[in-house]
């Protein structure tokens, strides 16, 4: 819980343990909360402990797990579904649009291992998930690096009445970003962790960190870097995308997902819809392919999307 | 053993529907799932008419049984029997089935009309969902059961096996399964391709209690439903109701083509007439 928290800015800490934390806080305090697992749950390790009557493991079978879901949600529950975001997302996914968004339903799914921060490679990574996910009618979208936001989040969600899908980075090792308390996070809100003038990067998730490193690069170079956490990304901050593009003219884009079909997207989709186009645009992330085995770090370098990167892709912008 | 009295009611009540599930086949241009309807009709009325602790004057009641129909396409059927019950209106039923904006859907929409309990349709979802149903009833110490209606065809889906061992690996002696075993799926009969038997011992290898029936036979149905054990048994329970499609209409039984489709006022007269001919068996004496 927050009070308990150490603070310091780019330490690690787990958003696992985070959630975990939450979710007896939650179930202490609302009768009608769950926690389940497709034999995925290492965040309800205490919660099992503390309420074995709301824990459903079913075992590996997560289409099973999010119509049961849907099935706690038709009762008036709160099912928080916790597992690894490719079986979550793309296992389930006919289950999680046709049991649970078709009908509305208030289950939350916690996921973890977001972009290539799992490091089991392509079979765990998770690149399709927001593709996926923001295409579900009903299903808002919510990516989160900052491991103490996820208390905030889930606490939020308690009378939040869709369903909610939160994106998690690695989930063990997670850069705390922001002050516990300092931000009120919201579903539609976009966050600006660093002013500046020249341009913009937008990011959500783990490279919201790398956003702001590349902004200290940027800094030594007498560039003035913005960095928003675009951590909403179904529904989108239009608000806040449109002043950056009025403040800052620059756009760029760096995320830990599939290039052409996440925050990128949604961002050029809504320039394109409202007519308001950045001077320069450039987006940042996985390419079409399979990443195969690595660290988050080590494949975000490969393929070209961390701080190194996204300096040199803001530089160019400038030119 | 069942009450004559109370199976000559239901009888006569399997029979009004068959008729009406007809009439409306014949009246609606576009194409009804009437095999599968008409597989389902003693099940449905028996639930609807007798098994079940339901209200259509209080839909929301805590305590009231829950149904899913895991065969979505069957919507007309579950629709019939409800309204039969006086949860719908027929002549709304009738007039607007399948049509832009109506509640009463090909497959049913818990959001489109209050009363059904869960929107079903792609089929091998409704089990696990239900189980959810049954997770939430016990936990909160409430005294209903969830019935789940499937067909066979749709548990060749993984995700209703993985919902039977979850149900049986947890005891939810509060969740009732019933399968319509027709033996016959959209596009080919049991043991063309896919051979779903030893049936009932796949269910019973999972830890359930299995009571298989004649689905047609209401007498029988009425004794499979009071066989049920009460909701603290250490199991869940599946009625194996072996069933024809397209059962009372002679051209429709065991006829692959009739798995869905419209009628032609000389098939509606065809269809009728045999129902009629078929006044006692069908249960339609007095």
Known sequence: MADKVTWNFGEFLSARSVAGETIIELAKKYPNVWGITADQGGALKQFKKDFPERFIDVGIAEQNLSGIAAGLALEGNIPFIFGMIPFMSMRACEQNRTAICYQDLPVRFIGTGGGLTSGAGSTHN??????????????????????????????????????????????????????????????????????????????????????????NLLKEDGIDTRVVDMYSIKPLDKE?????????????????????????????????????????FKRLGIPQIYAGFGSGEQLRKKFGYDKTAAAAAVKDMLK | MADPKEVKRLQALAYDMRKKLITL?????????????????????????????????????????????????????????????????????????????????????????????????????????????????RMKKEKHRVFCMMGDGETCEGEVWEAVNTAG????????????????????????????????????????????????????????????????????????????????????????????????????????????ANYDKLGGGK
């Open chain 1, 126 to 215: 998770a690149m399709e998930d927001i593709g996926i996910m923001k295409s579900l009618v009903n299903m808002t979208v919510l990516s989160i690096g900052d491991p103490n936001m996820v208390r905030d989040i889930m606490l939020l969600s308690m009378t939040y009445p869709h369903p909610l899908y939160l994106r998690l980075a690695q989930g063990k090792k997670d850069r705390m970003l922001y002050e516990p308390g300092k931000y009120e996070f919201k579903v539609g809100m976009g966050l600006t962790a660093r002013e500046g003038k020249d341009a913009t990067v937008l990011a959500h998730g783990e490279m919201v960190f790398e956003a702001l490193e590349a902004a």
């Open chain 1, 240 to 280: 806040l995308l449109f002043k950056c593009i009025k403040d800052t003219g620059n756009i760029l884009v760096l995320e830990d997902h599939l290039m052409d079909c996440g925050l990128a997207s949604a961002i050029s989709d809504a320039c394109m819809d409202e007519g308001i186009y950045p001077k320069k």
């Open chain 2, 25 to 137: 086949t014949g009246y609606y241009e576009g194409i009804v799932h009437i095999g599968g309807d008409l597989s389902v009709t003693d099940l449905l009325i028996a639930l609807y008419h007798y098994g079940m602790k339901v209200d259509p004057k209080n839909i929301k009641a805590p305590d009231r049984d829950r149904f899913l129909l895991s065969k979505g396409h069957a919507a007309v059927s579950m629709y019939m029997a409800m309204t039969l019950r006086g949860y719908f209106d027929y002549d709304t039923l009738m007039k607007t089935y399948g049509r832009l904006d109506s509640a009463f859907g090909e497959h049913p929409c818990k959001i489109q009309l209050p009363g059904v309990e869960c929107s079903t349709g792609s089929l091998g979802q409704g089990l696990a969902i239900a189980v959810g149903m049954a997770f939430s009833a």
């Open chain 2, 169 to 276: 690996s947890y005891k939810l002696g509060n969740l009732v399964g019933i399968v319509d075993r027709n033996k016959q799926m959209m596009t080919s009969f049991d043991g063309d391709y896919m051979n779903l038997e030893p049936y009932a011992d796949r269910w019973r290898a999972f830890n359930w209690n299995v009571i298989e029936l004649d689905g047609h036979d209401m007498a029988a149905i009425v004794d499979a439903i009071d066989q049920i054990p009460p909701i603290t048994n250490p199991k869940p329970t599946v009625l194996i109701a072996h069933t024809t499609k397209g059962k009372g209409v002679s051209y429709m039984e065991h006829e692959i083509n009739w798995h869905a489709g419209s009628l032609s006022k000389a098939d509606t007269e065809k269809a009728l007439a045999d129902i009629e």
